[in-house]
């Protein structure tokens, strides 16, 4: 088993920046590829990045560009910058953890945090 848990969502205005970070407990957080999803009020949850275990880094289209996502092995987190934030991009944000390779589907992923709400402001 692994617990998950998301901090660093709030309110921020359009054109700003948050931090997201995902704390992992449990099994040893180096065996896992992590993603990042999020929900929007009304609408499925959808891939927003995703980091394999060797650090290699997948993002949607939605967020290239603007969102990093990244990991700390020694600190058991992955992070997701999000600069140059749009109204659109308010959600709940959801960490997740799969054992195989990084991959873009919710169904893909074995593990999930509570999220953290973001909110942009226009």
């Known amino acids: 088993q692994v617990q998950l848990v998301e901090s660093g969502g709030g309110l921020v205005q359009a054109g700003g920046s948050l931090r997201l970070s995902c704390a992992a407990s449990g099994r040893p957080f180096s065996w896992y590829s992590m993603g990042w999803f999020r929900q929007a009020p009304g609408k499925e949850r959808e891939f927003a990045a995703a980091?394999?275990?060797?650090?290699?880094?997948y993002y949607a289209d939605s967020v290239k560009g603007r969102f990093t996502i990244s990991r700390d092995n020694a600190k058991n987190t992955v992070y997701l910058q999000m600069n140059s934030l749009k109204p659109e991009d308010t959600a709940v944000y959801y960490c997740?953890?799969?054992?195989?390779?990084?991959?873009?589907?919710?169904?893909?992923?074995?593990?999930w945090g509570q999220g953290t709400q973001v909110t942009v402001s226009s």
């Open positions: 980091i394999s275990r060797s650090g290699s880094t």
């Open positions: 997740a953890a799969r054992s195989g390779i990084a991959a873009s589907g919710v169904r893909d992923y074995e593990y």
